[in-house]
């Protein structure tokens, strides 16, 4: 920040991560941006399954690889170096800006949310500029105006007061990883369809002409299986694969265990069982009926036989919001001169808490550009960001910030 033109930098404690806040507002009667971006990332374990180290950035293929590349410091840096640019051409930036880049994103945001309460005057905007979603593909670069929101959960079954031999009491006793299993086959139904009660009540209904328009945006079917290589695929009955992904709720298990993993047998019944998992949520839900509703349904569907403490870990609301602010248009223009393309507009199913808080604190339009692929492994081994999307996303931030100053 400091080499890009920023004299006014801090480092804000909070209670886990620091926030770094930067701000230029020597552009007097031009418009103000709040920049927002992460620097903390997903762990980058299981380490073994990268090509080269996670931490150690390595150019291969003409792609960048190292976790956080695409999510989200490799997109951050893209602003950056933008801003850097305009500055070593003019002297100055050419609008007001304020850069905000927080480390718990990937943890539900909950320092930022305390900063930002205490802050609203400092973190004015007239917009707000995010760069921490996808391309729908390469060459297509993208305008994202929705995201899902996200509630997490974890969950604790213990039957047994302690681990018992199996043979000794197998047959006679609960085992909670079976009670697990057979919650979790319980909540889905045949058409793929969430069987908590109420989980679909408040869902908008999007209008024919939105509906259209995403499907018929220049997603490709082939790009999407060869990323995710299964060997099927299934999603609620009913809707397309885009509006699976972006418009509908869903209830996805994250992780399981319990019992006895290491190598060879040990014959136990185990006393506890664990499961992490989450809802992706979309406009009509509310995030605290929703983990209500949940939780009433997991301890309705479980046996007497097991204890269960049930965890909300976090919730978040979904956004998603109308683009027809001037900023917008001059968005999409500053992209075509980045990429050569035309840019298009997308809703996208991951979340960003900070998005939906301070939409609803402010009311300022909110420009999500990606410059990230969705095959490029966020969260996953060999993380990597495409280096021409690297280039022409400076190219195309460049031109926006510029374009701005005529706002
Ligand atoms: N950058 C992602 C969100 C994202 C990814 C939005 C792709 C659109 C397209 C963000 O870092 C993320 O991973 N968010 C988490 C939510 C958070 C509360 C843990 C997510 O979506 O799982
Ligand atoms: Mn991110
Ligand atoms: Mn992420």
């Known amino acids: 920040m400091r080499s890009a033109g920023f004299q006014s930098i801090e480092i804000v404690p909070t209670a886990l991560h620091p926030l770094v806040y930067a701000e230029s507002l020597n552009a007097p009667g031009k418009p103000t941006i709040l920049f927002y971006g992460h620097y903390d990332v997903q762990p980058a374990e299981p380490l073994h399954l990268w090509t080269t180290p996670a931490f150690e950035p390595t150019v291969r293929n003409g792609n960048i690889y190292a976790r956080g590349t695409a999510d989200d410091k490799g997109q951050v840096h893209i602003h950056l170096k933008a801003l850097q640019a305009l500055h070593q051409i003019g002297g100055e930036f050419p609008i007001n800006i304020k850069i905000l880049i927080e480390g718990e994103e990937e943890v539900g945001s909950v320092s930022l949310w305390n900063f930002v309460q205490k802050n609203k005057e400092k973190l004015k905007a ?213 990429f050569n393309q035309k840019a298009v507009f997308i809703r996208e199913g991951g979340s960003i808490p900070f998005v939906t808080q301070m939409y609803d604190t402010f009311e300022v339009p909110c420009v999500l550009i990606g410059f990230g692929l969705p095959d490029e492994n966020a969260h996953a081994p060999d993380e990597h960001l495409y280096l021409e999307n690297y280039f022409s996303g400076i190219k195309a931030i460049a031109h926006f910030y510029q374009d701005l100053a005529t706002l």
């Not at 036989?305 to 870990?313: G, N, S």
């Open 126 to 338: 007239d917009a707000l500029v995010v760069s921490d979603t996808s391309m729908l593909g390469k060459g297509v670069p993208s305008i994202t105006y929705g995201l899902r929101g996200l509630n997490y959960y974890q969950i604790e079954l213990t039957g047994p007061r302690r681990d018992l031999h199996s043979g000794v009491y197998g047959g006679a006793v609960p085992n909670p990883l079976a009670a697990l299993a057979e919650l979790f086959a319980k909540l889905h139904d045949k058409n793929f369809r969430v069987t908590v009660p109420g989980f679909y009540d408040n869902v908008k209904q999007l209008s024919k002409a939105e509906r259209k328009a995403l499907n018929a945006l220049p997603w490709s079917r082939k790009t999407f299986q060869e990323a995710v290589g299964a060997p099927g695929y299934c999603g609620e009955k009913g809707f397309t694969t885009v509006e699976q992904l972006w418009i509908r709720p869903t209830l996805e298990l994250n992780g399981l265990w319990g019992g006895y993993q290491g190598e060879g047998a040990k014959t136990v019944i185990p006393s506890r069982a664990y499961a992490k998992f989450s809802t992706r949520l979309v406009p009509g839900q509310d995030p605290q009926r929703i983990a209500k509703l949940v939780e009433k349904h997991v301890r309705k569907l479980l046996p007497k036989t097991v204890t269960c403490k049930f965890e909300v870990l976090s919730t978040g609301k979904p956004w998603s919001a109308p683009y027809h602010a001037p900023i917008f248009q001059r968005a999409q223009a500053a992209l075509q001169k980045g």
